[in-house]
């Protein structure tokens, strides 16, 4: 059955949808969870920024592990590790338990996306990988619009605890289908040593360093458009629950079926934004994302605490500028690096990751309301917006003298 490349593709891209539904299907739960453990809100919103940084960080590992062990045992230590910590989370009896349980569900995360990443490159190549992996960023938006209803089900059925059962359910079935499914072989790099490296005709390939990626203007620009966007969509996801629930009288489901709605958005979005990078380019489609959050936050400083409704429609347009940007950005932040794309982007993930965790985490502790919070972090989208029309201009120029 190993080799039944359905099969294997199946379990691939089941192991998707895991890094997602780690946030999305418990946010629901959120106001029992402040009950149960006695805490304020914004410490149970560090969760969220606690399993993203662990997520971003171990990108770092998972990556070389998984070439040098195999697809088949990265995704089967990433399974085990994921179920492993959201069991503990359901057994934490402190706040600081449930911390240490959710960083290492984000290492397992980081694990099973990484090899799902992977495997596609080592069986596809060209448009048919970009087809595969396309495929899967489709399965990551499509996560929002279903799991908060999901959780909010299991919540209403069993608290708290029932959506992080679902999730180790799902990690120790799919741990069985990925050792029955799966190849233990080696990427083609864990097979490459050092001597073979000398060998290199292109010496551009081994001058392309870390320091070379973090001390490009282009890189950094685009980069951390992706990471202030990134923290901004995250900061939504932590505080919606508040705003809704506790402070908004939405039931479980009614807050589901909303947040599902601003994930449709986000499709929706996704799918037009290959088209203003057609018509307009993708450096103005990058700038006219970026506004689009910026406005959506410069709305939220004026709305009452108790304007839920509105408060969602504004944070659908911080939702729908990501995906307008996020492609053309990454693209951009990228481009530069024909020999090194691969550890190009692992940086560029790592700052998106490990930079929005940390303006959720900080934004926490502002001590003001969870909407002027988002309003905040939205806001500073207006960074992006100045440095992309800086950045524009230049490549114009460049541009005008090369022809």
Same mark, same amino acid.
């Given at each position: 059955?190993?080799?039944?490349?359905?099969?294997?593709?199946?379990?691939?891209?089941?192991?998707?949808?895991?890094?997602?539904?780690?946030?999305?299907?418990?946010?629901?739960?959120?106001?029992?969870?402040?009950?149960?453990?006695?805490?304020?809100?914004?410490?149970?919103?560090?969760?969220?920024?606690?399993?993203?940084?662990?997520?971003?960080?171990?990108?770092?590992?998972?990556?070389?592990?998984?070439?040098?062990?195999?697809?088949?045992?990265?995704?089967?230590?990433?399974?085990?590790?994921?179920?492993?910590?959201?069991?503990?989370?359901?057994?934490?009896?402190?706040?600081?338990?449930?911390?240490?349980?959710?960083?290492?569900?984000?290492?397992?995360?980081?694990?099973?996306?990484?090899?799902?990443?992977?495997?596609?490159?080592?069986?596809?190549?060209?448009?048919?990988?970009?087809?595969?992996? &396309?495929? =899967?960023? $489709?399965?990551?938006?499509? %996560?929002?619009?279903? *799991?908060? /209803? @999901?959780?909010?089900? #299991?919540?209403?059925?069993?608290?708290?605890?029932?959506?992080?059962?679902?999730?180790?359910?799902?990690?120790?079935?799919?741990?069985?289908?990925?050792?029955?499914?799966?190849?233990?072989?080696?990427?083609?790099?864990?097979?490459?040593?050092?001597?073979?490296?000398?060998?290199?005709?292109?010496?551009?390939?081994?001058?392309?360093?870390?320091?070379?990626?973090?001390?490009?203007?282009?890189?950094?620009?685009?980069?951390?458009?992706?990471?202030?966007?990134?923290?901004?969509?995250?900061?939504?996801?932590?505080?919606?629950?508040?705003?809704?629930?506790?402070?908004?009288?939405?039931?479980?489901?009614?807050? &589901?079926? =909303?947040? $599902?709605?601003?994930?449709? %958005?986000?499709?929706? *979005?996704? /799918? @037009?934004?290959?088209? #203003?990078?057609?018509?307009?380019?993708?450096?103005?489609?990058?700038?006219?994302?970026?506004?689009?959050?910026?406005?959506?936050?410069?709305?939220?400083?004026?709305?009452?605490?108790?304007?839920?409704?509105?408060?969602?429609?504004?944070?659908?347009?911080?939702?729908?500028?990501?995906?307008?940007?996020?492609?053309?950005?990454?693209?951009?932040?990228?481009?530069?690096?024909?020999?090194?794309?691969?550890?190009?982007?692992?940086?560029?993930?790592?700052?998106?990751?490990?930079?929005?965790?940390?303006?959720?985490?900080?934004?926490?502790?502002?001590?003001?309301?969870?909407?002027?919070?988002?309003?905040?972090?939205?806001?500073?989208?207006?960074?992006?917006?100045?440095?992309?029309?800086?950045?524009?201009?230049?490549?114009?120029?460049?541009?005008?003298?090369?022809?």
């Amino acid at each position: 059955m190993a080799g039944n490349k359905f099969f294997q593709l199946l379990v691939i891209f089941s192991l998707i949808p895991l890094g997602p539904l780690a946030i999305d299907v418990y946010l629901p739960s959120f106001p029992q969870m402040i009950e149960a453990f006695a805490v304020s809100e914004s410490e149970i919103r560090q969760t969220i920024s606690i399993y993203v940084l662990a997520l971003g960080v171990s990108q770092l590992i998972a990556g070389p592990v998984s070439d040098r062990k195999g697809r088949k045992f990265s995704a089967m230590l990433g399974l085990i590790m994921y179920a492993a910590g959201s069991l503990l989370v359901v057994a934490s009896s402190s706040l600081e338990m449930l911390y240490a349980a959710r960083a290492l569900q984000g290492v397992g995360a980081s694990f099973t996306m990484i090899t799902a990443m992977a495997w596609v490159r080592d069986n596809y190549e060209g448009d048919v990988a970009g087809k595969w992996l &396309s495929y =899967m960023g $489709g399965v990551t938006s499509a %996560v929002p619009t279903i *799991a908060p /209803l @999901i959780g909010s089900g #299991l919540a209403l059925l069993w608290g708290w605890t029932g959506g992080f059962y679902l999730m180790a359910g799902l990690a120790l079935l799919l741990f069985i289908m990925s050792a029955i499914a799966l190849q233990s072989k080696k990427s083609v790099k864990a097979r490459v040593n050092v001597k073979d490296a000398v060998n290199v005709k292109d010496m551009q390939a081994l001058k392309c360093n870390v320091r070379d990626i973090l001390t490009n203007r282009t890189f950094l620009v685009y980069s951390l458009t992706n990471m202030f966007s990134f923290g901004a969509l995250l900061t939504y996801i932590s505080v919606a629950p508040i705003v809704a629930i506790s402070e908004g009288g939405f039931s479980q489901v009614q807050f &589901s079926l =909303m947040f $599902g709605m601003i994930g449709g %958005v986000q499709i929706l *979005a996704s /799918l @037009i934004a290959p088209r #203003l990078m057609r018509s307009f380019g993708r450096r103005n489609t990058v700038r006219f994302g970026a506004t689009v959050i910026t406005v959506g936050g410069m709305g939220l400083l004026f709305i009452s605490s108790n304007a839920t409704y509105l408060f969602f429609a504004l944070s659908a347009l911080g939702a729908a500028g990501f995906s307008l940007l996020s492609g053309s950005a990454t693209s951009l932040a990228l481009e530069p690096f024909k020999y090194c794309a691969g550890l190009a982007t692992s940086i560029d993930g790592f700052f998106r990751m490990i930079g929005g965790a940390l303006l959720v985490a900080v934004s926490g502790l502002f001590g003001v309301s969870s909407i002027s919070t988002l309003a905040i972090v939205m806001l500073l989208s207006l960074l992006p917006v100045l440095l992309v029309t800086v950045d524009n201009r230049t490549a114009h120029r460049t541009n005008s003298r090369l022809n």
